[in-house]
């Protein structure tokens, strides 16, 4: 069974950066086989879509919301995910998922199409 695990949340004043990281433990497998997303829950809101990579990191998708700010990235040698986060906003406050789409290659926006979830890490944005 493969388990994620985000890790780098915290709390960061407007405008500051953080970057988390999405790590993959368990049983032997393709990680580099299968396409990664990132997303975002805040407090009553529904979780919503935030970057995905594919297998081979060269296809990249982000919300319009962050586009420009956000950088996804992978490491296959390291079964890792990274989402770097700069200009952060008090609007990107939320608990921050990472999801893998196995069995897939291909990026996706949508999250039902991703069946495996890490527990996810709060990142707070003080104005």
């Known amino acids: 069974q493969v388990h994620l695990g985000e890790s780098g949340g915290g709390v960061v004043q407007t405008g500051g950066s953080l970057r988390l990281s999405c790590a993959t433990s368990?049983?032997?497998?393709?990680?580099?086989?299968?396409?990664l997303g990132w997303f975002r829950q805040a407090p009553g809101n529904e979780r919503e879509f935030v970057a995905a990579?594919?297998?081979?990191?060269?296809?990249?998708t982000y919300s319009d919301s962050v586009k420009g700010r956000f950088t996804i990235s992978r490491d296959n040698a390291k079964n890792t995910a990274y989402l770097q986060m700069n200009s952060l906003k008090p609007e990107d406050s939320g608990v921050y998922f990472c999801?893998?789409?196995?069995?897939?290659?291909?990026?996706?926006?949508?999250?039902?199409?991703?069946?495996?979830w890490g527990q996810g890490t709060q990142v707070t944005v003080s104005s």
């Open positions: 999801a893998m789409r196995t069995g897939w290659g291909t990026p996706h926006t949508e999250r039902r199409q991703y069946d495996v």
């Open positions: 368990g049983r032997s497998f393709a990680f580099g086989s299968y396409a």
């Open positions: 990579i594919g297998w081979a990191g060269g296809s990249k």
